[in-house]
T-cell receptor
C-alpha cells in the first residue's frame, strides 16, 4: 500500500482562524479523499480532491469552509476556515491506488479549536 | 440517501470466543464492502474486503460474508485475542466506481483475557 504522510499531526487553534492540512503520498494515486471523524464517531466524507480542478463536496460541506487543493497526483491540502469549536475533530486524508479500489488512510490530524 | 447501519455498537467477548458484527446497506448499486479496524489514537486499517460478486472471503481468523439480496454483510472473527480489541467499521461503496465509501457507525470490540 502507499505511504501517506499527513501533517500536522495535531494542532490547537483559536476560533476564527484557519488551518491547512497537507497530505503527501509516495506514489501516484487515482483518487484522494478527505474525511472527518468527530470524537467517538464514524468517518464522514468531506470531499473528493480532484487533480487540477475543483473538489467535489458531499452534502453538508462547502468550498468556502473547506477549500481543497490537489495540484498533482501525490499531494493535496485541506483548509479548515474560520474555525469554531464544532470543527474540533480528526481530519483524515485517504487515497485509492491505481491498481485496485482499496482505500487507505493517512495518520490523521487532530484539531482542537478553542 | 445512502446509509450503512452497523450492529452492535459495543461487543464484549471472552478470549477465544468468536465475534460477529453485522451491517446493512441501502444502495443496491453498492459493489464493494471493506472492513476497517481502528485502534485508539490510530488511523483506520483495512483488514478485509469483499466485492459483490463474491459471497464469502476468509483471511486466517477473519471472514466476511455478503448477502446481496438482503443487502447485508458481516464480519466474523474467530479465536479472538486481546489484540483484536478495537473499533471496527464496515463500509459500502456508493455513486458507482468513484471510490467513495459510506461508513457504518462502528463497533467497539472488547476481548477479555
Amino acid at each position: 500500500s502507499a505511504v501517506i504522510s499527513q501533517k500536522p499531526s495535531r494542532d490547537i487553534c483559536q476560533r476564527g482562524t484557519s488551518l491547512t492540512i497537507q497530505c503527501q503520498v509516495d506514489s501516484q494515486v487515482t483518487m484522494m479523499f478527505w474525511y472527518r471523524q468527530q470524537p467517538g464517531q464514524s468517518l464522514t466524507l468531506i470531499a473528493t480532491a480532484n487533480q487540477g480542478s475543483e473538489a467535489t463536496y458531499e452534502s453538508g460541506f462547502v468550498i468556502d469552509k473547506f477549500p481543497i487543493s490537489r495540484p498533482n497526483l501525490t499531494f493535496s491540502t485541506l483548509t479548515v476556515s474560520n474555525m469554531s469549536p464544532e470543527d474540533s475533530s480528526i481530519y483524515l486524508c485517504s487515497v485509492r491506488g491505481q491498481l485496485n479500489e482499496k482505500l487507505f488512510f493517512g495518520s490523521g490530524t487532530q484539531l482542537s479549536v478553542l | 440517501g445512502e446509509n450503512v447501519e452497523q450492529h452492535p455498537s459495543t461487543l464484549s467477548v471472552q478470549e477465544g470466543d468468536s465475534a460477529v458484527i453485522k451491517c446493512t446497506y441501502s444502495d443496491s448499486a453498492s459493489n464493494y464492502f471493506p472492513w476497517y479496524k481502528q485502534e485508539l489514537g490510530k488511523r483506520p486499517q483495512l483488514i478485509i474486503d469483499i466485492r459483490s460478486n463474491v459471497g464469502e472471503k476468509k483471511d486466517q481468523r477473519i471472514a466476511v460474508t455478503l448477502n446481496k439480496t438482503a443487502k447485508h454483510f458481516s464480519l466474523h472473527i474467530t479465536e479472538t485475542q486481546p489484540e483484536d480489541s478495537a473499533v471496527y467499521f464496515c463500509a459500502a461503496s456508493y455513486s458507482g466506481n468513484t471510490g467513495k465509501l459510506i461508513f457504518g457507525q462502528g463497533t467497539t470490540l472488547q476481548v477479555k483475557p
